[in-house]
């Protein structure tokens, strides 16, 4: 059985998500994304850990109803639709 050792995690400036990801730790990658440039006030993690590949396939499903509701753009720092 896999681990559940994985977070989800959206990076939001006010109350807009400008980067939707996944990690096994949640400070070193804020404080990654902060030493990236990336401005955002808040990160807010969604729900409990989980398994790699169900975050995985979580993160491709935010990016793609995001961009449902953005006239097809992704959050502002996402490179591409499945996070990686």
């Given at each position: 059985?896999?681990?559940r050792?994985?977070?989800k995690?959206?990076?939001?400036n006010?109350?807009?998500?400008?980067?939707?990801?996944?990690?096994?730790?949640?400070?070193?990658?804020?404080?990654?994304?902060?030493?990236?440039?990336?401005?955002?006030?808040?990160?807010?993690?969604?729900?409990?850990?989980?398994?790699?590949?169900?975050?995985?396939?979580?993160?491709?499903?935010?990016?793609?109803?995001?961009?449902?509701?953005?006239?097809?753009?992704?959050?502002?720092?996402?490179?591409?639709?499945?996070?990686?």
């Amino acid at each position: 059985m896999s681990n559940r050792d994985t977070y989800k995690y959206e990076l939001r400036n006010g109350k807009r998500v400008v980067y939707v990801g996944i990690t096994n730790d949640l400070e070193r990658r804020e404080a990654e994304h902060r030493n990236e440039g990336m401005a955002f006030t808040s990160m807010v993690k969604v729900g409990n850990a989980t398994t790699r590949e169900a975050a995985e396939a979580w993160e491709s499903d935010r990016i793609a109803t995001y961009k449902e509701n953005h006239h097809g753009e992704r959050p502002e720092y996402n490179q591409n639709d499945s996070g990686k």
